[in-house]
């Protein structure tokens, strides 16, 4: 079945330290998505790819950083230079980015909690 | 810039009573409507969209919207509420003058009581 796919579920890290979170579609979409939930404060758009090799920051790229080498992948890795970064992380896909009606389509999410 | 306010927090009704869920939007341009659910620690799933043409959408599980755009609204309705509904729901807007970003409202909680 086509989907996007998150990895790990649950992750917990030390300060100080990077971690890198998973995401994988298999849906054929051309932009891919990381968002940051927080509760009360809805989603928020950490960076996002309208196609391979080409990345933009969202509203709170900073402490974090992203890749895209393939079409598939958009791995997010959340840095030490993030102040907060316990939260619950989503990627979604989409079939193009730029002027589309289209939906996004999400993982079922990484929670991250810094001990 | 674009926003979205869901002004309440939580939404507690009645298994078989109407649901409402509201939303009020802002854009400079023409909005894109989206509604999203989401149960616990799972992803979002999309209900329904507004693009173009009717006012009234119909969307997954029962569901839909209504847009009214000189209320800059967009509010979720469901004839008759199932417990299975209690979950948090999303509504966002894409506006085409700043195309790439999908922003969304904070979230409301409905419960739905046996």
């Known amino acids: 079945d086509g989907g996007i796919t998150q990895s790990p579920k649950y992750l917990f890290r030390k300060e100080g330290q990077n971690v890198t979170l998973s995401c994988e579609q298999n849906?054929?979409?051309?932009?891919m998505y990381w968002y940051r939930q927080d509760p009360g404060q809805g989603l928020r758009l950490i960076y996002y790819?309208?196609?391979?090799?080409?990345?933009q920051k969202g509203d709170i790229a900073e402490g974090y950083s992203v890749s895209r080498e393939k079409k598939e992948s958009f791995p997010l890795t959340v840095t030490s230079a993030q102040k907060n970064p316990t939260a619950f992380y989503l990627c979604?896909?989409?079939?193009?980015?730029?002027?589309?009606?289209?939906?996004?389509?999400f993982g079922e999410g990484s929670r991250l909690t810094v001990l | 810039a674009q926003s979205v306010a869901q002004p309440e927090d939580q939404v507690n009704v009645a298994e078989g009573n109407p649901l409402t869920v509201k939303c009020t939007y802002s854009?400079?341009?023409?909005?894109?409507l989206f509604w999203y659910v989401q149960y616990p620690n799972r992803g979002l799933q999309f209900l329904l969209k507004?693009?173009?043409?009717?006012?009234l959408v119909k969307g997954s599980y029962g569901f839909e919207a209504e847009f009214n755009k000189s209320q800059t609204s967009f509010h979720l309705k469901k004839p008759s509420a199932l417990v299975s509904d209690s979950a948090l729901y999303f509504c966002?807007?894409?506006?085409?003058?700043?195309?790439?970003?999908?922003?969304f409202g904070a979230g409301t909680t409905v419960t739905v009581r046996a």
């Open positions: 979604a896909s989409s079939i193009r980015g730029g002027q589309t009606t289209g939906e996004l389509f």
């Open positions: 849906l054929n979409h051309d932009a």
């Open positions: 790819s309208q196609i391979v090799n080409d990345f």
């Open positions: 854009v400079s341009g023409n909005p894109y």
């Open positions: 507004y693009i173009t043409g009717d006012n």
């Open positions: 966002a807007v894409r506006d085409l003058s700043n195309d790439y970003k999908l922003s």
